[in-house]
């Protein structure tokens, strides 16, 4: 009898981005291609954490859809463009999770829950404790502490408010200007 080995597969590491005020300019419930704004040295930024071997996941609550103020379609526009802006950065987008759910739904996937970081881990076989998560909001670091992923906070978006909620977290949580400053993370 032969024995197949089959050769141990290393878990990727990744970066999740939350879209609003960290990805793109902060614009509530922005539908349109046209409104999106590359934050100044992000597009510089994603393409040195891609090029440290991260993948790049935008997870992102769409409440809008569940809301009815625009739909899925419009969504799916408004990531096409933001893809098209960080492509002329030789930027790619490893994937996209949304949550389209009204928060009175009480799904499974709106963050803070850990859900969509769990699917992706899945999906892509990422370690979760390797990874980051760069957020603004504190839907995004109570997310990323639950998925046991490494919580970043932005000041951009809603980042200055989050802020002055951080003591309430026994999770140490980097902090920083904005998207082009969290390359530092790499370097340490």
Not at 44 to 51: C, D, R, S, T, V
Not at 128 to 149: N, R, T
Request: aromatic share 10%; net charge neutral; with cysteine.
């Amino acid at each position: 009898m032969t024995t197949t080995f089959t050769p141990y597969k290393q878990l990727q590491k990744a970066l999740f981005l939350d879209r609003d005020g960290v990805v793109i300019k902060y614009v509530p419930y922005l539908s349109k291609p046209e409104q999106v704004e590359l934050p100044l040295g992000a597009g510089e930024a994603l393409k040195y954490w891609q090029n440290a071997g991260y993948l790049l996941i935008l997870v992102t609550n769409q409440s809008g859809i569940g809301r009815g103020y625009y739909c899925l379609d419009e969504v799916e526009r408004v990531h096409r463009h933001i893809c098209d802006e960080y492509g002329k950065f030789g930027v790619t987008f490893d994937d996209i999770f949304i949550c389209p759910h009204h928060p009175q739904d009480n799904c499974l996937c709106r963050k803070p829950s850990p859900q969509m970081l769990i699917n992706a881990s899945q999906k892509h076989q990422i370690s979760l404790s390797q990874s980051f998560f760069i957020g603004d909001a504190p839907s995004d670091v109570e997310c990323a502490i639950k998925a046991e992923c490494q919580p970043v906070l932005v000041l951009t978006g809603r980042g200055q408010e989050t802020l002055r909620k951080l003591s309430e977290y026994s999770t140490r949580i980097e902090v920083f200007e904005g998207l082009r400053d969290t390359v530092k993370l790499i370097k340490s």
